[in-house]
């Protein structure tokens, strides 16, 4: 069902420094930020050969993202991203086996202009794990 892992995404405590520091130390390419308000985040995508790196600072009052940062203030990983040919299916198809999808089931337009939905952490290691349909 899976395919390629299209992202991972690192939650940050201050997203200028995370940015200068992957761009100016790590040597990546990075983008402006962007505000994604459907999802309470500003983010900052990095292009590396093989996958994308996203930077994920809280946006608004409500944001996923600083609950996150509230339990772990140094920042850490949020999630990870998997791409899917279609969404609606793997979605059916993991809601059978008894995974949690999250926000009712309905997907959501995410950063890169695509449906993506996400599956509780607790069915999968611990791990919030984002499908995006490619
Ligand atoms: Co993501």
Redesign the pocket.
């Known amino acids: 069902m899976i395919g390629r892992l ?2 991972v ?1 690192i939650a940050v405590p201050d997203l200028e420094a995370a940015a200068a520091q992957y761009r100016d130390t790590l040597g990546a390419t990075v983008g402006a930020p962007q505000d994604e308000p459907d999802h309470g985040v500003t ?1 900052v995508f990095i292009e590396l050969p093989n996958t994308k790196i ?1 930077l ?1 600072y809280p946006l608004g009052e409500a944001s996923p993202i600083a609950g996150f940062l509230d339990k772990n203030p140094s920042g850490g990983i ?2 990870i ?1 998997y791409e899917v040919d279609d969404i609606l299916a793997a979605r059916d198809a993991l809601a059978a086996s008894g995974a949690r999808v999250l926000g009712g089931g309905e997907p959501k337009i ?2 890169h202009g695509k449906p ?1 939905l996400f599956l509780h952490p607790k069915d999968f290691n611990g791990t919030l794990i ?1 499908l ?1 349909q490619v």
Do not use: D, K, S
Request: hydrophobic share 35%; proline share 0%.
């Open positions: 299209n992202h995404a983010a996203e994920l949020h999630h991203c995410g950063a993506v984002e995006e």
